[in-house]
Every structure is written in structure tokens, then in C-alpha cells.
């Protein structure tokens, strides 16, 4: 697998209060990464929704990325608990996890 370079690309952030989404789907050929995560207590983030696969647990804190996770393309992020920011960029060069 390789990561698309980083060089150029517009970081933003998205923020929900309490379970929710926290990013839509980006739309067909774009997929998220995130690369900074912030939770205030312990939760989930799941693709979709509340019912849909795990991406990652989060402790409560600042979580500081080793790597970015990568989301599937076009798939929204759902937050399960907690106020929750996500520092990501948007590609449409997609890349397989």
C-alpha cells in the first residue's frame, strides 16, 4: 500500500458534540484520512453509523497519530460518545487500507 504525499493538500477539521456524525461521505472517489484525532472521553469511530464497523477506539485526550488512518472511499465517520475533532485531508487519488 502506499499513502498519498501530503505535499499541497488542505488539512481541515471536523467536530461533533456527543454521538453523531462527524464527517458525510465525501462523495464517490474521495475517501478521508485522518491524521490528528481529539476526544473527550472515551469513544468509537465507525463507518456510517452506530451500527457499522469499528475504525478505531479513542481514549479520552488528544490522540496523536503515528500514522493516518485511512477510511474506506466514500464513506461517512460516525462518533459514538463524547465531543469529538478529526484533522483530516480529502483525497480523490484513493488508495485500499
Known amino acids: 500500500m502506499s499513502i498519498p504525499n501530503y505535499r499541497g493538500r488542505v488539512l481541515k477539521v471536523a467536530n461533533v458534540a456527543g454521538a453523531g456524525e462527524l464527517l458525510a461521505a465525501p462523495g464517490a472517489g474521495k475517501q478521508y484520512i485522518l491524521v490528528d484525532l481529539l476526544a473527550s472521553e472515551d469513544t468509537t469511530l465507525k463507518e456510517t453509523d452506530n451500527s457499522g464497523d469499528v475504525i478505531v477506539h479513542l481514549a479520552d485526550g488528544n490522540i496523536a497519530l503515528n500514522a493516518p488512518i485511512i477510511i474506506d472511499p466514500n464513506t ?22
Open 76 to 97: 461517512a465517520i460516525y462518533s459514538t460518545a463524547g465531543n469529538v475533532s478529526a484533522t483530516y485531508a480529502i483525497i480523490t487519488d484513493t488508495v485500499s487500507k
